[in-house]
């Protein structure tokens, strides 16, 4: 009898541990090996949506009814919906909110990775994605140094530390790629290191030119791409102008591109963490300029398209989340003069940044233009005629607001007497491209509300391993530590 006990104990036993390792291959199966986390800078379902309704449009010019267009992630099977608010307002920056969701902390605006009382530094997800064993990167369209790729691999009092920022990110442990624009203040004060110097010091090897970039491999070691072609306060160029100027000839990389590159470098045995940010959907929006937003929410509908690509190689070991850190401009789809009517198909007309056609401005002070002369340009560059019925003919109304623009344009900026409906009606950006924005905009049948960020929840979508627990409403600190728990990490 007792050794009946015995053996059956035995084969209690037995079957125990012979079940460990079907187990363990099971609790594998469920934490993902690659980690894409995507974030558009500024764009809630706003942004999205007028993507969708602007290529739907253009794409089925003969529909018979409205029919918007899929992007690479509004068909994932798991949608959430999550606040932005932070520790100052209801209203946040992307420095809070970008810790919020790197750390699972709630900060003050302008905050990186610090406590409301700035006394305490928060563990970041990417520290525990390395301490795993995974690769990291971090891609930005933006500076390098900016407030929504810092909150990744650094922890500041303030987002304008941007020097700080950098010496972090190339000294530290965690970053095996960092690509997108460059650094704000690459020689610090003047009296620092060189921050390209300190990372060739760190073991980074710079890739700054188209080729470099493309051909990078696991061999390439860590890696600091950083984008030959840059626009203003070192970002890489505007979707819009990056494609018009293809058309001239001219290569430039776009942000999909670095997305490839960065999985052709990070990928091995551990598999990698890789955050991405759209940071110029957010500038465009803060501009009120809606067909250059466009151009950037496509430009990041393409980039996640590359981990879609991915995930579909790697189905089984793929986790994939898009979402924004907040929403800007407060973009609405509808506005009164077009009351039930949206002509989106207007937008296709205008071919350059704002951006871009300040500088199209400074021509033209410079050159003791004339009204004429700028309204040239405009028809050239979005399409608004003096030529009467047409669909962009320019209203009287609209001709003065013009002028108005342009008068005040073409005094040099630090001569302009701004008072209270001049700050409202452009926002302390060049004169004559607002006009021109809010116009165009208005006769397409949207407008916006702020040149600041809004309070509007925001959609998160998720794909492949563990994305189901992305459902629901919740925080934006919940991202922090629902891909924690899916990484099948403890904080």
């Known amino acids: 009898m007792k050794l009946r006990k015995i053996l059956a104990a035995i084969l209690s036993l037995t079957l125990a541990f012979a ?38 449009t253009i ?30 307002s209801f209203c946040p920056d992307s420095a809070s909110t970008a810790t919020s969701m790197a750390s699972g902390n709630k900060t003050l605006s302008g905050v990186i990775n610090y406590n409301i009382d700035k006394t305490e530094s928060f563990k970041l997800i990417t520290e525990y994605a390395k301490e795993s064993g995974k690769k990291v990167g971090v891609i930005t369209t933006v500076s390098l140094d900016h407030a929504t790729p810092a909150a990744y691999y650094a922890k500041v009092e303030s987002r304008s530390q941007y020097y700080d920022i950098a010496v972090q990110g190339l000294t530290g442990s965690t970053l095996d790629f960092l690509g997108g624009g460059s650094f704000l203040e690459p020689d610090g004060d003047g009296a620092q290191e060189n921050l390209f110097a300190l990372a060739e010091e760190n073991g980074f090897t710079i890739a700054d030119t188209n080729e470099a970039i493309r051909s990078l491999t696991a061999d390439s070691g860590k890696v600091l791409a950083i984008s030959p072609d840059l626009a203003d306060s070192s970002a890489m160029q505007w979707e819009i102008d990056r494609v018009r100027n293809a058309q001239d000839g001219t290569d430039s990389l776009a942000l999909s591109e670095m997305v490839q590159a960065a999985i052709q470098n990070l990928d091995g ?19 009120n300029d ?37 929403e800007t401009g407060g973009l609405t ?19 350059i940044s704002y951006e871009a056609f300040d500088k199209v401005i400074a021509t033209l002070r410079e050159s003791g233009a004339t009204f004429e002369d700028a309204l040239a ?22 001709l003065a607001k013009l002028q108005a623009a342009f008068d005040l344009s073409m005094i040099p900026a630090d001569q302009r007497e701004i008072g209270e409906e ?14 021109v924005c809010h116009i165009l905009n208005n006769k397409a049948g949207i407008d916006y509300t702020s040149y600041a960020h809004t309070g509007l929840l925001l959609p998160v979508y998720a794909k492949g391993v563990g994305a189901e627990i ?22």
């Open 377 to 398: 340009e405009i028809q050239a560059y979005y399409g608004l005629t003096t030529q009467p019925d047409q669909d962009l003919t320019l209203s009287e109304e609209e």
């Open 422 to 435: 001049e700050e409202l009606l452009y926002g302390g950006y060049e004169p004559l491209s607002m006009a």
């Open 19 to 56: 079940s460990i390792p079907a187990f363990a291959e099971e609790n594998a199966a469920t934490t993902p090996k690659y980690v894409f986390m995507f974030i558009g800078d500024g764009m809630g379902s706003p942004q999205v949506t007028a993507t969708q309704y602007y290529l739907g």
């Open 269 to 287: 045995e551990e598999g990698f963490f890789l955050m991405t940010e759209g940071g110029k959907i957010d500038w465009s929006c803060h501009a």
């Open 290 to 326: 809606a067909m250059t937003s466009i151009w950037e929410t496509i430009a990041f509908s393409d980039a996640v398209q590359v981990a879609v690509d991915f995930y579909n190689a790697h189905p089984d070991e793929t986790l994939i989340i898009v979402t924004g850190d907040h």
């Open 333 to 351: 789809i509808g506005f009164a003069a077009t009351a039930y009517d949206t002509h989106f198909n207007y937008l296709s007309n205008q071919t």
């Open 59 to 88: 794409e089925n010019p003969d529909a018979a009814i409205p029919t918007p267009a899929a992007l690479s992630f509004t068909g994932f099977e798991n949608v959430g919906i999550m606040t932005t608010y932070d520790a100052t």
């Open 470 to 491: 992305f459902q629901g409403s919740y925080d934006n600190t919940d991202i922090f530590r629902k891909t924690m728990s899916v990484m099948g990490l403890a904080a």
